[in-house]
């Protein structure tokens, strides 16, 4: 019984060690961000059938045509934001809770929103589980932001929009950082950093990806 878990031990602990040089290859090299991404549990936040590829650098179905984004481009939307304890962030897409794990240690508090009212639910008992205390949730549409909380030190946006949303533009804070895929076609979206600053928005592409749209509540029909 001792060699089985231990043995157990070892897998899981050689799983997370890949992952950690997943991130290294794709240039993550903040070490608070990759301490945060090895102590989260992954397969917390992946379906059951899917959960021997949690530490697998790809990107997983996570119901509702949603998924989990493959963990090199989790660290890299993460690291980009520059994230200290005083930032207020705004995430928009909660998904599976994943990614707002993930910014949870590295920020003051994360607002998130998730227009699939089944996945914020399934998130929030992940978080409860997990003891995530600084996480504040809703359901509604993300291309609206959370005017009643704004502005925000930063905001990530987990789906792929057309162009940087001006509305979310609005809601980021002068000095702040915005992290958006864009682009709508059926190939590869391009990773934003936005800069907000005195004489505009200042974008610097970071990497090609492949995300889910960011749909306005509207067009979905709920």
């Keep these: 019984?001792?060699?089985?878990?231990?043995?157990?031990?070892?897998?899981?602990?050689?799983?997370?060690?890949?992952?950690?040089?997943?991130?290294?290859?794709?240039?993550?090299?903040?070490?608070?961000?990759?301490?945060?991404?090895?102590?989260?549990?992954?397969?917390?936040?992946?379906?059951?059938?899917?959960?021997?590829?949690?530490?697998?650098?790809?990107?997983?179905?996570?119901?509702?045509?949603?998924t989990l984004s493959q963990p090199a481009v989790v660290g890299l939307m993460t690291e980009a934001l520059e994230l200290d304890d005083r930032k207020k962030v705004l995430e928009v897409g909660t998904g599976s809770g994943y990614q707002t794990a993930?910014?949870?240690?590295?920020?003051?508090?994360?607002?998130?929103?998730?227009?699939?009212?089944?996945?914020?639910?399934?998130?929030?008992?992940?978080?409860?589980?997990?003891?995530?205390?600084?996480?504040?949730?809703?359901?509604?549409?993300g291309t609206l932001g959370w005017d009643a909380q704004a502005p925000f030190e930063r905001i990530i946006v987990t789906a792929a929009a057309a162009d940087v949303p001006p509305i979310l533009a609005d809601q980021l804070s002068l000095g702040g950082i915005m992290i958006v895929p864009i682009g709508l076609t059926d190939d590869f979206q391009t990773i934003l950093k936005v800069v907000k600053t005195d004489h505009g928005l200042e974008t610097d592409e970071l990497r090609d990806v492949r995300f889910v749209p960011l749909i306005p509540e509207e067009a979905t029909g709920t």
Excluded: W
């Design 1 to 66: 019984m001792n060699y089985d878990i231990s043995q157990k031990i070892s897998v899981a602990e050689k799983l997370k060690m890949e992952l950690v040089l997943a991130l290294r290859r794709a240039g993550i090299t903040d070490p608070d961000v990759v301490a945060t991404m090895e102590g989260v549990p992954r397969e917390a936040f992946v379906p059951e059938a899917f959960q021997h590829k949690s530490y697998e650098d790809i990107t997983l179905p996570i119901g509702h045509h949603q």
């Design 102 to 141: 993930i910014l949870s240690p590295l920020c003051r508090r994360v607002y998130s929103i998730e227009r699939h009212a089944p996945l914020l639910a399934e998130a929030e008992k992940r978080f409860e589980q997990l003891r995530i205390r600084n996480v504040t949730t809703k359901v509604g549409d």
